[in-house]
């Protein structure tokens, strides 16, 4: 299982499937893939991406000064989920965070997939909400990589 870097293009069937299935919004395009330091780490199974995450150098909500990584389009094929590929590719990007000396990694996290990061060491911050995208309850989640 080797996580690559991936043009937003070759991940973007793998969110529509996982992301965006019953969804208020169709749309898998993200207004933070146009930053220019977003990247996405996939891992490609015989040529098909069946995982992927987005990761973008963004100040973390609750305290702005800290250098914080933004995770977003966290997605694994469902066929495969619940085998590792989700810690293995949060792993990857945390590695990524760590190499550019940030602080904190930080997320929006659909309230199904809070256990997933929980297990990953992340906290779960403040009051829920519900994400217009998705129409689901979100809360924010965050690694603390000074401590973790
Ligand atoms: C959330 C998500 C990204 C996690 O990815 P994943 O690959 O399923 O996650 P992991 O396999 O690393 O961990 C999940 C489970 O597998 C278990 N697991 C971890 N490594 C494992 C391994 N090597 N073999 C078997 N099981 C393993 C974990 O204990 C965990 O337990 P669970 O069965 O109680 O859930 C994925 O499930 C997904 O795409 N969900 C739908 C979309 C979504 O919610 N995205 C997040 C938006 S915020």
């Known amino acids: 299982m080797e996580v690559a870097l991936l043009p ?27 930053d220019p330091t977003a990247v996405h780490l996939g891992i490609r199974q015989d ?12 100040p973390y909500p609750p305290d702005l000064s ?11 094929a469902q066929h495969l989920q619940s085998q590792g590929l989700g810690a293995v ?7 990524r965070a760590i190499a550019q000396s940030k602080t904190i990694v930080w ?14 060491g992340f906290s779960v911050v403040g009051d829920m909400f519900v994400d ?5 309850p979100h809360h924010l989640v965050m690694l603390d990589l000074t401590t973790s």
Not at 47 to 58: D, E, K, L, N, P
Not at 66 to 76: D, I, S
Request: hydrophobic share 50%; glycine share 6%.
């Open 8 to 34: 937003l293009d070759d991940i973007m069937a793998l969110r529509l499937a996982v992301l965006r299935a019953d969804t208020p919004s169709s749309s898998a395009h993200y207004a933070e893939d146009t």
């Open 47 to 58: 040529g098909v991406v069946v995982a992927c995450s987005t990761w973008i150098v963004r």
């Open 66 to 76: 800290t250098p914080a990584m933004q995770l977003k389009g966290m997605a694994v």
């Open 89 to 95: 590719i949060l792993a990857a990007g945390i590695q």
């Open 107 to 120: 997320a929006r996290a659909r309230d199904s997939a809070i256990a997933f990061y929980q297990r990953n």
């Open 132 to 136: 217009d995208a998705t129409g689901m």
